[in-house]
């Protein structure tokens, strides 16, 4: 079984039996809520990327990514060799090169800021880097779904909010598949067909004639999902003020899932078999 945002939502309406309107429009809140507990719980793989840049010459700084929760680490190529940078507290980087006019071969990196690292020392030569890090996951209430329109009166732009004037739901645009057919973000709350929507940007106007079905995933609602059920409904009902013994339930049943989910990340996923042997249990 796995979850996409809109079959999450509706379980966790299913379970808390909550039509309220303030309720069903925090359910964003309530499933983002739930993955960073999840996400701050675990040190799974799917959490890790790389991404390569360019150090500049002269330049002591290199900008982490958007998404950058920690670092991994940090390489250079020098000489079509691959050399590992040591992570050292700031002070220690200023330290060690501290007139950041002295260049040569990086060999340390701290975080200077929330979006830089400091190299010591400055580069001298524009070195290829490769960053690995934590990072922050696509939320799955950034679902998409495609919505097809008639009656379009002028054109929609990339990236604009657009709103529905009966249902008042409002999302992005991501992708402009034709004239009449836009991929946007899931809203908290559904849109109607037949109503208008307009462009914040553009000014643009159509009429929706049909709503595509959610199909998106993220790897936590296909293999995560029971940990992301009940953290969202742990949310849910302490949103609610609801019964002690059920907010218990719901704690309990997440702790033995995220459990699972750390057995797999911080034991399974960094060894193998072949290197660590198979798990024994003594005879019974």
């Known amino acids: 079984m796995s979850f996409t945002y809109t079959t999450l939502k509706e379980?966790?309406?299913?379970?808390?039996?909550?039509?309220?309107?303030?309720?069903?429009?925090?359910?964003?809140?309530?499933?983002?809520?739930?993955?960073?507990?999840?996400?701050?719980?675990?040190?799974?793989?799917?959490?890790?990327?790389?991404?390569?840049?360019?150090l500049s010459i002269g330049n002591p700084y290199l900008a982490v990514p958007n998404d950058f929760l920690s670092p991994?680490?940090?390489?250079?190529?020098?000489?079509?060799?691959?050399e590992y940078l040591q992570f050292k507290e700031l002070e220690f980087v200023q330290s060690y090169n501290p007139n950041s006019a002295t260049t040569g071969v990086p060999k340390y990196y701290g975080q200077f800021d929330v979006n830089n690292f400091v190299l010591a020392p400055t580069p001298n030569d524009t070195f290829t880097a490769e960053l690995?890090?934590?990072?922050?996951?696509?939320?799955?209430?950034?679902?998409?779904?495609?919505?097809?329109?008639?009656?379009?009166?002028?054109?929609?732009v990339m990236g604009e909010t657009i709103t529905g004037n009966t249902s008042g739901q409002s999302s992005k645009i991501s992708i402009l598949d034709t004239?009449?057919?836009?991929?946007?973000?899931?809203?908290?709350?559904?849109?109607?067909?037949?109503?208008?929507i307009t462009g914040g940007t553009s000014g643009a106007t159509g009429v929706i004639t049909s709503l595509g079905a959610d199909t998106t995933n993220s790897w936590l609602s296909e293999n995560g999902e029971v940990a992301l059920l009940y953290a969202s409904l742990s949310e849910c009902y302490l949103f609610m003020k609801g019964e002690q013994d059920v907010m218990?339930?719901?704690?309990?049943r997440y702790a033995?899932?995220?459990?699972?989910?750390?057995n797999m990340g911080e034991a399974l996923e960094v060894t193998d078999d072949y290197s660590a042997g198979y798990i024994k249990k003594a005879r019974t």
């Not at 890090?133 to 209430?141: D, E, I, N």
């Not at 004239?179 to 208008?196: K, L």
């Open 132 to 156: 690995s890090y934590f990072y922050r996951p696509l939320s799955l209430t950034k679902s998409l779904y495609l919505l097809s329109m008639s009656n379009v009166s002028g054109t929609f």
């Open 179 to 196: 004239s009449t057919r836009i991929t946007v973000e899931i809203p908290s709350q559904n849109y109607t067909v037949g109503e208008t």
């Open 248 to 252: 218990t339930m719901y704690n309990q």
């Open 72 to 82: 991994l680490s940090l390489s250079i190529t020098n000489s079509s060799s691959y």
């Open 11 to 54: 379980a966790l309406q299913n379970y808390t039996q909550n039509t309220e309107t303030t309720f069903l429009n925090s359910m964003d809140m309530f499933i983002r809520l739930a993955e960073e507990r999840i996400l701050k719980s675990t040190q799974l793989n799917v959490f890790q990327k790389n991404v390569t840049g360019t």
């Open 256 to 262: 033995e899932a995220i459990s699972r989910l750390k």
